[in-house]
């Protein structure tokens, strides 16, 4: 019997509340570990299929079902998503340490007790000598490596 795929994207639909239909019936399967790449124009449709994969969008038709994956308390899919955004969205005022830490810091931990993570995820993407430094003094590929590191420091499902 074929293995249930970790997301199943069946027929799925979005029309936005101006009128733009960016979604019509894409239906796809992704396996668990596997690395996939959404090609297509600008505007056809790429970042509004990972919003709502990620729970930042609603869907006008189709269903987005996790069959591997176990339900909370309130039915919803249990599971740990990280999501980068197309532009770096840090916060200004914050460090890239505090940028990072951000996640974690929404689940409760404290500085001192995420700072190995902090360290880990900067090392990954090669910032390990620049916690302490603003976004504004950052290149723009730095920019999105702290936005990559941010999304590394809940180690992700997949
Ligand atoms: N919030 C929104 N309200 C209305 N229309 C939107 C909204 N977000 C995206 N769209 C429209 O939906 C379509 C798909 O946009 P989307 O951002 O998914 O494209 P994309 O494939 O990621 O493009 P790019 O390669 O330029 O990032 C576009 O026509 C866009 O104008
Ligand atoms: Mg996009």
């Not at 994956?69 to 899919?77: A, E």
């Not at 003094?137 to 990559?148: A, F, N, T």
Request: glycine residues 10%; aromatic residues 6%; proline residues 6%.
């Amino acid at each position: 019997m074929a293995k249930a795929p970790m997301l199943s994207l069946q027929q799925i639909g979005k029309t936005f509340s101006n009128g733009t239909e960016a979604l019509r019936g894409m239906t796809m399967d992704i396996e668990q570990g596997s690395f996939v790449s959404l090609l297509g124009p600008s505007g056809c449709g790429k970042s509004t299929v990972l919003k709502i994969v990620a729970g930042l969008g609603n869907l006008t038709t189709g269903r987005v079902q996790w069959p591997t994956s176990k339900v909370d308390s309130l039915g919803r899919p249990d599971h740990e998503i990280s999501f980068v955004f197309q532009e770096p969205t840090l916060m200004q005022w914050a460090t890239v340490f505090d940028n990072v830490w951000l996640p974690l810091r929404l689940k409760g931990t404290s500085r001192a007790a995420a700072k190995d993570k902090v360290e880990e995820a900067l090392d990954m993407v090669g910032l390990h000598d620049f916690p302490n430094s603003y976004p504004r003094e950052l290149s723009g590929g730095m920019k999105m490596r702290v936005s990559i590191a941010r999304a590394l420091i809940t180690r992700p499902d997949g």
